[in-house]
């Protein structure tokens, strides 16, 4: 099959002297027409200079999950050249729709290589072009079919004569580029699929990358925040402590407000000074008074659980056009009755409940923004963020200046998992930075990390299902009761509700007879979040538990259970693949158990068996994990492999131990000595499996997500695998809620 690029007329492609620098809007569709609109230079994607060097622009944010190494290869697939040569360079965003390529929207969601790989292919072979015009041009032979590219090198063939990029880049700058250009076939790819090292490894090593902590400016002073319980708010400014050089309050801007936490109040405190360490002394020191909220009393995890209990039992069915508060029942798939009917006639009966608490990020560098504001003047923003279209909408919103007046620089990120997509931290740098007048870094002691997340939310699955005498499942009944992330940022949910709370669980391919998908909306305002996997690590936990669950009570192996009643191709080439590499059947060697989950996020399919050696009273010895991904092509299977493994670490540090509590609107665990994580010397074998790609990869193709998907499968299997070796359920995340870093 031979690609093809959309139609570009110029107004799309833009030219500039001294090299060729493009910057591309490409079109959805034939029709459609956009003019590249220009902010401050940040949409000039790619540069190829007289010197040969070849350098790439990239909007989205590194957080250590390798996009920007795909990126690069995918560019170089189609530009023909090594992408050793080219070099990858962070851009800034624009608030132009739609944004040009190059330039920052958004880093979530597992997307930043599959949303942009097409756009990036067809970019690249259209630039690719242009330059051989150039070249066609130079030598005065317009066949196209007497020339070749290799390696960033044009050859005419009649001749021998060559032509290199950086020759022709000037004369290509100042051409109209061709309509179309023919991507390289698949059986010809060098580098998209090839496991290169990455470029950022290095700099990461010996300590030369910059990360958000890293900013220094001259005349810098330091910021250290300072929160309340949820919904408090700051009853009086204290007095500046001795040796600092400001108390700033800060408020609650439309960006940052979720749950609690209102537009206009002011929920949050800045010590401003000199040094980190000083800074931070004062603020640990500091006791200002707050106002509680008048629900301050119910903001506890007895009754929030308490709440989705009821929930599970009776809730207000979604009214359209109606209000539709918080406590609202949507029906995402089938017919609950319909189930429920079929339930209550089936051979064999299941009623079970999984719950699971609030869980912070965690994100190893902590929250930190500089601002260098000058008032009218300029607002330079250096931050690690996940958004950064959404942070420069967010600075314009609060200093009241132009797009042409902010600047982001988005910097490493030591851990973003979701956490980073979030504005409180920046709209209390910029109001901090305003107020001093002067470069300021604001940061987060850990404590506030993890007391003022925006968590993943807690959740109560409700669920039954009955077998008929067949063994065959006659109906399905699924109800997840959870905050909406979505309706906390004002999102009004249509008919299904929030997809971020039953992602995972709807359009599951497996052969359910009747059945009825449920979502309610948790009244609890604690604020919640895009957590690693979202709605994925919550549903899947609970789906695949019940499918071992519903595999007991028919008396067969629940590898098999699963593989007779899964009607989808793909997911069944992924377990049987996994159940092989796993030695799924055999016994296990020196003891133990295996568990075994499979499900759906992102468009991959992942499928885990989980291998453990013991249970204990305070642990789980897990040793040997394996897992199988279909996101129907890999870029670079190293990062595949590395981001899987992380994945895994992320989902078994969550499933052993991780649970935010609340008391009074307060947050229970303050560091990490009270959210036990994995040591080194507990870290399990991991072998990583991709299912192989397409002879050709097929554009109207979905391509799968990396990223998240280590998280969702783990906790199932990890479980399944527990009530193998144990012959006892466990329904409730955390498995070790009271551990701490000094257990094991």
Not at 267 to 274: S, T
Not at 348 to 362: F, G, I, M, S, W
Request: proline share 7%.
């Amino acid at each position: 099959m031979t690609h093809s690029t959309p139609s570009l007329d110029r107004r799309q492609f833009l030219g500039a002297t001294g090299g060729l620098t493009l910057a591309f809007m490409l079109p959805a569709g034939a029709a459609r027409r956009v003019a590249p609109a220009v902010a401050g230079g940040v949409n000039t994607w790619l540069t190829i200079a007289a010197d040969d060097s070849v350098t790439l622009t990239i909007g989205s944010s590194d957080m250590g999950q390798g996009s920007f190494q795909g990126l690069g290869q995918v560019l170089a697939e189609d530009l023909m050249v090594d992408p050793r040569r080219i070099r990858l360079v962070q851009g800034g965003p624009t608030m132009a729709s739609p944004a040009p390529i190059g330039t920052a929207i958004n880093t979530v969601g597992s997307g930043v290589t599959r949303n942009n790989f097409w756009k990036l292919r067809d970019a690249s072979a259209i630039a690719r072009e242009t330059l051989v015009m150039a070249a066609m041009n130079r030598h005065g032979d317009t066949t196209r079919a007497n020339y070749s590219v290799a390696d960033g090198v044009i050859t005419h063939a009649p001749s021998g004569t060559t032509y290199r990029y950086g020759s022709v880049a000037d004369d290509a700058g100042r051409l109209t580029p061709p309509a179309s250009a023919t991507l390289v076939p698949d059986a010809e790819f060098k580098s998209i699929g090839q496991p290169l090292p990455r470029q950022d490894i290095p700099a990461k090593v010996d300590g030369s990358a910059q990360y958000g902590l890293d900013v220094r400016l001259p005349g810098m002073v330091y910021a250290v925040i300072k929160h309340g319980a949820f919904g408090s708010t700051l009853a009086a400014t204290p007095a500046v402590p001795p040796g600092m050089l400001a108390v700033v309050p800060t408020t609650v801007v439309t960006a940052s407000a979720r749950g609690t936490e209102k537009v206009g109040a002011i929920n949050a405190l800045a010590v401003v000074g000199p040094n980190t360490w000083d800074t931070w002394r004062a603020a640990n020191a500091l006791r200002p008074r707050w106002t509680a909220p008048a629900d301050a009393a119910v903001l506890n995890s007895a009754q929030f659980m308490a709440d989705a209990r009821a929930l599970a039992v009776s809730a207000t069915p979604y009214v359209p056009g109606g209000a539709n508060p918080p406590g609202t029942l949507y029906t995402v798939e089938g017919n609950p009755a319909a189930a429920q009917a079929a339930i209550d006639t089936a051979a064999k009966q299941l009623d079970v409940t999984y719950t699971l608490p609030y869980v912070a990020h965690a994100c190893l560098e902590v929250l930190n923004c500089t601002v260098d504001y000058v008032a009218g003047v300029r607002c330079d923003v250096y931050v690690p963020t996940q958004s950064a279209k959404t942070t420069l909408s967010t600075v314009m919103a609060i200093t009241g200046m132009t797009e042409a007046q902010v600047k982001i620089h988005t910097t490493l990120l030591g851990g973003g998992l979701g956490r980073k997509a979030e504005m409180d931290f920046v709209a209390q740098a910029v109001q901090v930075g305003m107020a001093v007048q002067r470069p300021v870094k604001l940061m987060w002691p850990r404590e506030e990390d993890f007391m003022r997340d925006q968590y993943r939310p807690m959740a109560l699955v409700h669920a039954r299902a009955g077998l008929d005498a067949a063994r065959s499942v006659v109906g399905w009944s699924y109800r997840n009761i959870s905050p909406s992330i979505q309706g906390q940022r004002g999102a009004v949910l249509g008919a299904t509700g929030d997809s971020q709370g039953y992602e995972a669980s709807n359009a599951l391919p497996y052969s359910f007879g009747a059945r009825g998908i449920e979502w309610v909306s948790h009244p609890s305002p604690i604020p919640v979040g895009y957590w690693r996997s979202v709605g994925a690590s919550v549903n899947t936990f609970a789906v695949e538990s019940l499918m071992d669950e519903l595999a007991l009570a028919a008396g067969e192996d629940p590898y098999q259970f699963r593989r007779s009643r899964l009607t989808d191709p793909r997911w069944l080439a992924v377990l049987d693949n996994v159940a092989t590499a796993s030695r799924w059947g055999t016994p296990v060697s020196g003891g133990g158990a295996r568990g075994i989950a499979i499900g759906k996020a992102f468009n991959t399919i992942v499928a885990q068996v989980v291998e453990i050696a013991s249970v204990s009273r305070t642990g789980i010895k897990v040793r040997k994990i394996t897992v199988v991904v279909d996101c129907y092509l890999a870029v670079n299977p190293a990062s595949v492999e590395a981001q899987i493994i992380g994945g895994v670490v992320h989902g078994l540090n969550a499933a052993l131990w991780g649970k935010q509590n609340f008391t009074g609107g307060k947050a229970q665990s303050r560091n990490f000595n009270r959210s036990r994580m994995l040591r080194l010397q507990e870290m399990p074998q991991v072998s990583v499996i991709l299912m192989p790609p397409p002879a050709q990869a097929d554009r109207a193709a979905v391509i799968g997500g990396i990223g998240e998907l280590g998280v969702p499968t783990l906790a199932p299997a990890l479980a399944n695998a527990h009530a193998a070796l144990t012959k006892k359920r466990q329904r409730d995340l955390p498995f070790f809620p009271s551990a701490t870093m000094g257990d094991g």
